[in-house]
T-cell receptor
Framework: NAGVTQTPKFQVLKTGQSMTLQCAQD?????MSWYRQDPGMGLRLIHY???????DQGEVPNGYNVSRSTTEDFPLRLLSAAPSQTSVYFC?????????????FGPGTRLTVT | GENVEQHPSTLSVQEGDSAVIKCTYS??????FPWYKQELGKGPQLIID?????GEKKDQRIAVTLNKTAKHFSLHITETQPEDSAVYFC??????????????FGQGTELSVKP
């Protein structure tokens, strides 16, 4: 199993450009989520999904869109990048139910917006 | 909503000493408290977790304690080794069946173990 994969690893955007961060998992996990990590602020939840076709907002959703057309993929879209979106982005997945809660994180995408 | 505070932000110990990281949470509905370790350039990885029906859990050199009344939980690492050097995050969430876990993270603690 590859686990959770993210592409690209690094990206530089100019203000106003759009892009999609890719996330895929091969563990058949129902739950997937996106976090951003900024110095001194821990990881903050952007959006999450409890299954194909179902998404919801986290703590910091503004400026980001998501969709979940398959169990495996959960892309994060920046429609008009802003310097405040410079961050490291992590995708995570986990089972649902009440037995195994562990969230598995991808290696991250480092995004710089100039 | 939930708010998690983590202290200290940096911690330096000598190899072989113990390290303690503390977190407080605000939402009494939270019932799941994981700890993640993040090595440089990698994503966070779960090292231990505890549920609200348990007061303490141990796994080799790592232990976590939970005080529901005071709404705080702590990570204890004994006999620290240089490979324990990393950033550690606590998190909390009310785990609800078929709704997943919207983890709310603390700010992180950078642990440095000096040989």
């Amino acid at each position: 199993n590859a686990g959770v994969t993210q592409t690209p690893k690094f990206q530089v955007l100019k203000t106003g450009q759009s892009m999609t961060l890719q996330c895929a998992q091969d563990m058949n996990h129902e739950y997937m989520s996106w976090y951003r990590q900024d110095p001194g602020m821990g990881l903050r939840l952007i959006h999450y999904s409890v299954g194909a076709g179902i998404t919801d907002q986290g703590e910091v959703p503004n400026g980001y869109n998501v969709s979940r057309s398959t169990t495996e993929d959960f892309p994060l879209r920046l429609l008009s990048a802003a310097p405040s979106q410079t961050s490291v982005y992590f995708c995570a997945s986990s089972r649902m139910g009440l037995v195994d809660y562990e969230q598995y994180f991808g290696p991250g995408t480092r995004l710089t917006v100039t | 909503g939930e708010n998690v505070e983590q202290h200290p932000s940096t911690l330096s110990v000598q190899e072989g000493d113990s390290a303690v990281i503390k977190c407080t949470y605000s939402d009494s509905a939270s019932n799941y408290f994981p700890w993640y370790k993040q090595e440089l350039g990698k994503g966070p990885q779960l090292i231990i977790d505890i549920r609200s029906n348990v007061g303490e859990k141990k796994d080799q050199r790592i232990a976590v304690t939970l005080n529901k009344t005071a709404k705080h939980f702590s990570l204890h690492i004994t006999e620290t080794q240089p490979e324990d050097s990393a950033v550690y995050f606590c998190a909390a969430t009310p785990m609800i069946y078929n709704q997943g876990g919207k983890l709310i993270f603390g700010q992180g603690t950078e642990l440095s173990v000096k040989p």
